[in-house]
């Protein structure tokens, strides 16, 4: 059974700096990961797929990286901002059926003008 | 081409009564998931689903819930009798299975039972 795991589960950090949140997970044999940002009451907005055969994904500010092998992966973000203040999910997909995921708890993101 | 729709968006019920939520797919999309969201919590799979047929639905709760998806119409996600603990924020989400882009998630409903 995919279990993923975040850390930290909160990050409060002043604007400008550079952050990592992470993800691991217990299956390697995963199809895709995918990293959402998800705002209070909000629904999911889709920021970031990595597919199994790749190392990362980048968008603007930020980068997100894989690692199958040791069940890893990591969203980088650049120069945060006070609009990034978020809780960000990270979700496995560890089938063939691309949508049938396994979520994360998530990271609660702060930025501190 | 319209993203993954799903209504109410905000349902209340009292205890006891039943539920129904509704998820369109996006357009050309005949595979449906639907996931929960307790307070503070992650997104916990449910069930997915085909057009007419359930796939896999071991996520969700052995008594008062359930899941079709029509040959015409929007998903629909079925709770009876609904108790305090139903109250969640419930996603649907369709995809193009296979093709490896993931699935796209609709803004959700948030059920609030009293």
């Known amino acids: 059974k995919q279990e993923v795991t975040q850390i930290p589960a909160a990050l409060s950090v002043p604007e400008g700096e550079n952050l990592v949140l992470n993800c691991s997970f217990t299956d390697s044999a995963i199809y895709n990961l995918q990293w959402f940002r998800q705002d209070p009451g909000k629904g999911l907005t889709s920021l970031l797929l990595?597919?199994?055969?790749?190392r990362e994904q980048t968008s603007g500010r930020l980068n997100a990286s894989l690692d199958k092998s040791s069940g890893r992966s990591t969203l980088y973000i650049a120069a945060s901002q006070p609009g990034d203040s978020a809780t960000y999910l990270c979700?496995?997909?560890?089938?063939?059926?691309?949508?049938?995921?396994?979520f994360g708890d998530g990271t609660t993101l702060t930025v501190k003008p | 081409n319209a993203g993954v729709m799903q209504n109410p968006r905000h349902l209340v019920r009292r205890r006891g009564q039943e539920a129904r939520l509704r998820c369109s797919p996006m357009k050309g999309h005949s595979h449906v998931y639907w996931y929960r969201q307790l307070p503070e919590e992650g997104l916990k799979f449910m069930v997915y689903l085909q057009k007419e047929n359930i796939i896999d639905e071991s996520g969700m709760p052995k008594e008062r819930f359930s899941a079709e998806f029509p040959k015409e119409g929007p998903s629909i996600l079925r709770i009876q009798q609904v108790v305090r603990g139903d109250s969640a924020a419930y996603f649907c989400?369709?995809?193009?299975?296979?093709?490896?882009?993931?699935?796209?998630f609709g803004q959700g409903t948030r059920l609030t039972v009293v």
């Open positions: 989400a369709s995809s193009l299975a296979g093709t490896g882009e993931g699935a796209f």
């Open positions: 990595i597919q199994s055969s790749q």
């Open positions: 979700a496995v997909s560890s089938s063939t059926n691309a949508g049938k995921s396994t």
